[in-house]
């Protein structure tokens, strides 16, 4: 698993969630980086990527492929992959939201499991969740709440393939992989909060038959 290198908004310290911002120089740099580090680790035969439908994390995923000249892959892009909508929050600078609200809410609601940001009056998506019924699209989320939907897409698309054998790479977002992280090593719902993921850094599991943790490593 990757998290995407830098975004614009990383960059000006605001919320992004599902607000489609672009990378950085430094976060496109990142991404290559981040390929040829993976390209150094031994034993990975990759047979698919799985991202979101955010361009931050599309682009580290081509960036990453390219990199390793693996742009052949198939590539699944589903939104259920897309990072926690911020609600409210989307757009704000997080320094200027812990002097509105205070600095234990606002840390609260971006690192424990349940709480939920502020709702967001704004439900204009474009075109690319025209089939996802208007009552499934949020207007904020909990961590627990984008675990709702990222969850089944592991079970239904990941797991399989890697029963298979075949090696899987997830490109997405910060609390994203957090709440696989979750998932896969059972941390509770309290010590989550303490899980943090940096830009373009590369989470490896090596998993047994039954999709058991053998060993991790974090580059």
């Known amino acids: 698993m990757v998290r ?4 614009s908004a990383n960059a000006t310290n605001t919320y992004t969630g599902w607000d489609d911002v672009d990378l950085t120089q430094k976060g496109v740099q990142q991404a290559k980086e981040a390929g040829y580090k993976l390209g150094q680790i031994n034993d990975i035969n990759l047979k698919k990527v799985h991202t979101s439908v955010l361009k931050r994390a599309i682009k580290t995923a ?23 909508h911020y609600g409210g929050l989307g757009g ?16 609260k609601w971006r690192r424990s499991f349940n709480a939920i ?4 009056d704004n439900k204009h998506f474009d075109y690319r969740y025209h089939l996802i019924p208007k009552q499934s699209l949020p207007g904020s989320e909990s961590l627990k709440m984008a675990s709702d939907r990222i969850i089944p897409y592991y079970e239904e698309q990941i797991a399989p393939e890697l029963r298979l054998g075949n090696d ?20 509770s ?11 373009s ?15 991790k490593k974090r580059y």
Not at 117 to 120: I, L
Not at 203 to 215: E, K, P, V
Request: glycine share 4%; hydrophobic share 40%; charged share 25%.
């Open 201 to 215: 850094e590369i989470i490896q599991y090596q998993l047994d038959d039954n999709l058991a943790i053998l060993a």
């Open 4 to 7: 995407h290198g830098q975004s």
């Open 92 to 107: 704000l600078n997080k320094d200027e939201t812990r002097k509105l609200y205070g600095v234990k809410t606002v840390q």
């Open 62 to 84: 081509n960036l990453i492929l390219e990199k390793q000249e693996l742009l052949y892959l198939p590539m699944l892009k589903n939104w259920r992959l897309n990072e926690r």
């Open 117 to 120: 940001p502020p709702q967001s």
């Open 189 to 199: 719902d309290k010590n989550i909060d303490g899980v943090e993921v940096k830009n």
């Open 168 to 187: 899987q790479l997830i490109v997405a977002h910060g609390s994203t992989i957090r709440a696989l992280i979750k998932y896969l090593e059972a941390i």
